[in-house]
């Protein structure tokens, strides 16, 4: 797909339907909301970032010299294990400070204030990823036929 449509496209839309997703979730998230309700916006946010990440990284891959491919792949896996540290440490933050785990009423509120800042956070990497540049088209000179 990243052939197809470019990087910037794919992480664009895909960090747009997990910040869709996980604001959806926190949305309807309660005590009493069954699970059948929070398919749907998890396999969006599910799809969302497995459309993302293999084209983020695809982009930075192939901003790199070969002989540079190994460097930059393991900068960009650290950067991702930072940035989810990070992110995981903000959550429990305002998790902590939204709500609690004494009671499904207050857990809930917690969660909901966790899964709107989640959902924040991704709608601010596909605002990111529009300054990713255009993937050029490439046209291909048709093989000379042998007559």
Same mark, same amino acid.
């Given at each position: ?35 059948? /309700? =929070?398919? #749907?916006?998890? *396999?969006?946010? @599910?799809?969302?970032? &497995? ?7 695809? +982009? ?29 440490? /903000? =959550?429990? #933050?305002?998790? *902590?400070?939204? @709500?609690?785990?004494? &009671? ?7 969660? +909901? ?20 540049p255009m993937r050029r088209q490439v046209i291909a000179a048709a093989a000379p036929q042998d007559a």
């Open positions: 797909m990243v052939n197809r449509f470019g990087e910037r496209t794919l992480v664009v839309t895909g960090l747009l339907m997990q910040a869709i997703g996980l604001g959806w979730i926190s949305e309807i998230v309660s005590p009493s909301v069954p699970y059948s /309700a =929070l398919i #749907a916006p998890l *396999v969006l946010a @599910g799809v969302g970032v &497995s459309m993302a990440m293999p084209a983020a990284q695809n +982009a930075v891959l192939s901003a790199v010299a070969v002989s540079e491919m190994g460097k930059a792949s393991g900068i960009f896996n650290m950067g991702r294990f930072l940035g989810g540290m990070f992110g995981i440490a /903000a =959550l429990v #933050a305002i998790f *902590v400070a939204n @709500g609690a785990a004494d &009671s499904s009423g207050h857990f809930s509120s917690g969660f +909901a204030a966790a899964m709107s800042l989640a959902a924040t956070l991704s709608f601010a990497g596909a605002v990111a990823g529009l300054f990713l």
